[in-house]
């Protein structure tokens, strides 16, 4: 299968900080990205849908200036969370989508868990 | 958003039990994914079906894709204390390939 990475894998800092968080796709090309985010005993939230070479589509109610995401190639997507407040602690997962012939599906990222005190 | 319906939401069973669990939409899917999430771990890919009667395996795991392409199920056979965990369903959504998920399944086994 396809593998994807994640850095880092936790991350506490103090509010008002940014944090940035990396998305790697590892033996692939990835022209589409996803990142989520999930609270705890809840499935995943979709967050925004990141296309190398373009802006990324945010869902309704995520806001672009506090998530900021850049794909700025096709194995490398970036989320970075600015002036994280409490309420931004949580656990972001992120996803490539792999089409190759008959087959197309999203492999994930093992998280990072983001504590903001 | 819109949801897939997954049940049951939790399974209590005994280590070599087998296990069924399923997925229900209103909507037609194209594709079905099933993942398996630890906590603390992201999803991992279980199982991945593409046309309507689809009957794929993966080790003790085997799952359908409803002949209507509004269902599918995922079947463990022999369940092993490595089993337990949250067992997701999944469809894309459209064209760029956004999923729609199922609550979940959690899997908990009795020694």
């Known amino acids: 299968g396809a593998v994807v990475s994640q850095h880092p894998s936790w991350v506490i800092c103090k509010s008002g900080t940014s944090v940035k968080i990396e998305c790697r796709s590892l033996?692939?090309?990835?022209?589409?990205m996803f990142w989520y985010r999930q609270f705890p005993k809840q499935s995943l939230m979709l967050m925004a849908t990141s296309n190398e070479g373009s802006k990324a589509t945010y869902e309704q109610g995520v806001e672009k200036d506090k998530f900021l995401i850049n794909h700025a190639s096709l194995t490398l997507s970036t989320l970075t969370v600015t002036s994280a407040h409490p309420e931004d602690s949580s656990f972001y997962i992120c996803s490539a989508r792999v089409a190759r012939h008959s087959t197309d599906t999203q492999y994930f990222g093992p998280g990072t868990r983001l504590t903001v005190l | 958003g819109q949801q897939l319906n997954q049940s049951p939401q939790s399974m209590f069973i005994q280590e070599g039990e087998d296990v069924s669990m399923n997925c229900t939409s209103s909507s037609i899917f194209n594709t079905w994914l099933w993942y398996k999430q630890d906590p603390g771990e992201g999803p991992v890919l279980l199982i991945a079906?593409?046309?309507a009667g689809e009957l794929t395996s993966n080790g003790r795991l085997t799952a359908q894709f409803g002949i209507t392409r509004k269902d599918s199920f995922l079947n463990i056979s022999a369940s092993i204390p490595s089993d337990v965990g949250i067992y997701f369903c999944a469809g894309p959504m459209d064209s760029n390939y956004q999923l729609i998920w199922g609550a979940g399944t959690k899997l908990i086994i009795k020694p």
């Open positions: 033996d692939f090309q990835a022209t589409t």
């Open positions: 079906l593409y046309k």
